[in-house]
């Protein structure tokens, strides 16, 4: 067993997709011989050459508008978006192009491709390094939606989004790119989409989280332990398709469940999560859904950490939940 | 970068054209194409301009919701369709393009039933008419968004050369088209990857109301492929024989790997932008009258009549002709009848999804 961090997890996955099947390719912002801003490519241009890992010019419509091509021609393109907030300029590919294609051609064309992107604060970025944009693709029909947490989920997704026949915006939480590390079995191996996993076992509580702050997740349900409150911790992992059937059936359980997210509150996916189990356990909830999310502010430089949900908001917001 | 052997100079000052307007051919070189391939020529031309016709008829019959007229532009696109191979090079063409993709092979019965969203539509009825795309003949379905199918027009040329395929890809677009960033970033990427790509603007002169001058203080389009590093071409969009030698051209420029160009056909349109548009509030009836004048189909009835190829009988028995060829179409199209609300779920994603069966559950509640 190799011992991988997020970054590395990524690189592996690309590595071993490319070497699997010659027609995927991956294109980005500095992505051939720099190996990405993050380095998530490295090796990959000296190993598969100019064809196979393309330096595009500096537009991301160009960088996704090709995909959708290259995609519907043969290919199996892996876009990099260099930051979550630069996907905006190439944001009508996505939109318009890639989501719809197979749908408005009656099925007659497909872009199955995958737009990978940091994505999440904590980095010390300001609002133009740290957006968590996932809800305008989850409301986007047409788009699959992956948000991993670990390195082995974000090795096996990464695989499955590049088999899927489906565009797939990959988001990788930024912070914890090298924050996580773990032994990641060395065989080959895939997870399925729409699929959440249960990162740990309880009776009281459920929280929902799904990218960066499921580690904030974890810690607030180490802390509640203490207290003597068994929470279980569901990692979505992929938000389009989502498991609901995962959601409903643990929130069946414990009465009660927080949705964590660090994207904005107001029509954000959490919403989405907690407005559902609200609608199909109505009568078996012992407290109404809480979201905890980030703010409904731009995501502010100063400060970094504060904006997401940080460990004392959740057990804030589990207080709550307990108490009402 | 241009061989010796190559006709055209790009960047020229003036339009390329090889017949004038009273039909008589002007080019520098012999032509090459023989007296069936002419009229063959003709045939297309005459069979764009009466689909576009059919089309307002069954717009006022109320079978469809919205033409976008095509009567103008009938030179450039038989010129574009006749340069490429169809079924092997790829089209990325937008919605003014009935001539092209008729002239490609697009069975006619396809484009009513678009045009109808009848069952017999390969995209299912889930476009607005004007709107087709069809895979076997590699034919892109059209997107509304302008602009927004050359990025990726541009990626099917960077996967063609990746693969060594040989095919071209050739997309086209209005002169609106030209100010979206979504075509400066693809005109720039084909650039710079050297992509078998073949760019047509068809210059109508207006995006809606809007007139070129307004859309770019450059005087040609042409001109802005200096930018991107290779040629740009300006043709006389309404002599079919020039559209289909430049294009021709810019074909084989870029299956022979020297890479993308740009080709400028002017063309006129002589409807309104659409059957929702009033054209009376931004031009003319004069100005309208002095480009129907230089007609693409009437220049090449007179060039054909001085080589004995063309008089007005066989004029109208070719008419007739095509007429109830489309007339079959259409009612092959609409017996196929009309696309059922339930398909709405389908082809969204490769994979079912329980969110979309249950949305489905909602809707056959309600049929
Ligand atoms: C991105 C976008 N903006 C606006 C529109 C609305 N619209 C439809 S056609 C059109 C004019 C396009 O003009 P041009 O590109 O010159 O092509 P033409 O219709 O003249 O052939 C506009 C503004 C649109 N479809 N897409």
């Known amino acids: 067993m190799a011992t991988l961090n997020i970054v590395q997890a990524v690189k592996r996955a690309l590595d071993e997709e490319m070497a699997r099947d010659e027609r995927v390719v991956v294109l980005g912002e500095d992505v051939g011989k720099r190996g990405g801003v993050f380095l998530a490519t490295e090796g990959l241009y000296q190993k598969y050459g100019p064809d196979r890992v393309i330096d595009t010019p500096l537009a991301e419509a160009a960088i996704i508008g090709a995909a959708v091509g290259m995609a519907t021609h043969g290919l199996r393109p892996v ?16 939109v318009s192009q890639a989501a719809k294609l197979r749908y408005r051609s009656g099925g007659q064309f497909s872009a199955p491709m995958v737009v990978r992107m940091p994505s999440g604060g904590g980095v010390k970025g300001g609002h133009h390094h740290s957006q968590s944009p996932e809800a305008y693709f989850t409301h986007t029909a047409g788009l699959k939606v992956v948000v991993p947490s670990t390195p082995t989920d974000t090795l096996g997704l990464l695989k499955t989004a590049i088999r899927d026949d489906d565009p797939v915006v990959f988001m990788e939480p930024k912070r914890l790119y090298r924050a996580i590390k773990e032994e990641v079995p060395d065989e080959e191996f895939t997870i399925p989409l729409g699929q959440a996993r249960i990162r740990r076992e309880g009776t009281d509580l459920t929280l929902i989280a799904y990218g960066g702050p499921t580690v904030e997740a974890l810690k607030a349900a180490d802390e509640l332990t203490k207290a003597g409150v068994s929470a279980e911790v569901l990692d979505l992992r992929s938000l389009v398709p989502w498991d609901k059937e995962t959601v409903l059936n643990s929130v069946a359980k414990t009465g009660r469940a927080l949705v964590i997210a660090e994207a904005p509150r107001t029509a954000s996916f959490a919403s989405e999560v907690a407005a559902t189990v609200m609608e199909e356990l109505l009568d078996q909830l012992m407290s109404p859904v809480y979201r905890v999310t980030g703010f409904d502010t731009p995501y502010p430089y100063v400060p970094d950490r504060e904006y997401m949900p940080t460990v004392t908001r959740i057990l804030n917001f589990a207080k709550k939940a307990l108490d009402y | 970068m241009i061989k010796d052997t190559w006709r055209f100079e790009p960047f020229n000052e003036e339009p390329i054209r090889l017949i004038d307007e009273e039909g008589n051919w002007i080019g520098e070189f012999d032509l090459d194409l023989s007296d069936q391939e002419l009229q063959e020529l003709y045939r297309h031309l005459v069979r764009g301009r009466l689909l576009d016709e059919r089309y307002q008829i069954i717009l006022r019959q109320g079978k469809t919701s919205f033409v976008a007229p095509s009567a103008g532009h009938e030179g450039a696109q038989v010129g574009l369709a006749k340069a490429v191979r169809p079924g092997f090079d790829w089209i990325f063409p937008y919605y003014r393009d009935k001539t092209l993709l008729a002239t490609l092979g697009y069975p006619v019965e396809l484009l009513y039933a678009q045009m109808m969203a009848t069952r017999l539509d390969p995209n299912k009825g889930r476009q607005m008419p004007e709107h087709p795309g069809l895979r076997e003949l590699n034919v892109f379905t059209v997107a509304s968004p302008i602009a927004s199918h050359a990025p990726p027009a541009v990626g099917a040329a960077i996967s063609a050369k990746i693969q060594g395929t040989g095919q071209v890809v050739l997309t086209t677009f209005g002169d609106g088209a030209t100010s979206e960033g979504d075509w400066h970033a693809a005109l720039n990427f084909a650039g710079a990857q050297g992509a078998p790509i073949v760019f047509a603007a068809e210059n109508n002169r207006y995006a809606i109301s809007v007139n070129f001058e307004k859309q770019s203080g450059s005087p040609r389009i042409a001109d802005k492929a200096h930018a991107y590093g290779f040629p740009g071409y300006q043709v006389d969009g309404m002599d079919v024989l020039a559209s289909l030698y430049v294009a021709r051209e810019a074909v084989e420029r870029a299956r022979q790997g020297l890479g993308p160009s740009l080709v400028e056909f002017l063309v006129y349109r002589y409807g309104p932008h659409s059957s929702a548009d009033d054209d009376r509030v931004y031009r003319s009836r004069e100005e309208v009258e002095f480009w129907r004048k230089k007609d693409p189909i009437l220049r090449f009835e007179r060039f054909l009549e001085k080589r004995g190829l063309w008089t007005p009988e066989a ?26 609300p339930e398909w709405m779920f389908d082809d969204l994603y490769s994979t079912p999804y329980w969110l979309l069966e249950e949305q489905r559950g909602i809707l056959l509640a309600e049929l």
């Open chain 1, 79 to 94: 876009a990099e978006i260099q930051f979550a907030d630069y996907v905006f300029p190439g944001f009508d590919q996505l």
């Open chain 2, 315 to 340: 004029g109208e028995k070719l008419r007739e002709e095509v007429k109830a060829e489309l007339l079959a179409a259409e009612e092959k199209a609409e017996a196929a009848g009309p696309v059922p």
